[in-house]
Nanobody, 124 residues
């Protein structure tokens, strides 16, 4: 299965921006449905954004991040990205990259591959 390593997390003030990256190895990301999840202390993990292999379907976003976050990937670099803007304190969480050959497993929160996570902290 593909190995995933996230980077790009950090601390920002509300209204700021961050870009998370997820480097894949041991597999080509074009073979996988990929996505970003997050988990805040004391809360359940939630799916943030998902992207297909190529072409349709269009990326899917959680309602809480629509219009503020953009998921994308660079097949040549074998990387997944999450551009986050207009950040809010409620976006504070550990963010995880995930991948699975089956879209339903990703969207059910049960993908085969997970990264180790990168922390995002947004202060008011």
């Amino acid at each position: 299965q593909v190995q995933l390593v996230e980077s790009g997390g950090g601390s920002v003030q509300a209204g700021g921006s961050l870009r998370l990256s997820c480097k894949a190895s041991g597999g080509t990301i074009n073979w996988y449905y990929m996505g970003w999840f997050r988990q805040a202390p004391g809360k359940e993990r939630e799916g943030v954004a998902f992207i297909g292999r190529d072409g349709p379907p269009a990326p899917v976003y959680a309602d809480s991040v629509k219009g503020r976050f953009t998921i994308s990937k660079d097949n040549a670099e074998n990387k997944l990205y999450l551009e986050m803007s207009s950040l809010k304190p409620e976006d504070t969480a550990m963010y995880y990259c995930a991948a699975d050959p089956a879209s339903y497993k990703l969207q059910e929160g049960q993908p085969n591959s997970w990264g180790q996570g990168t922390q995002v902290t947004v202060s008011s």
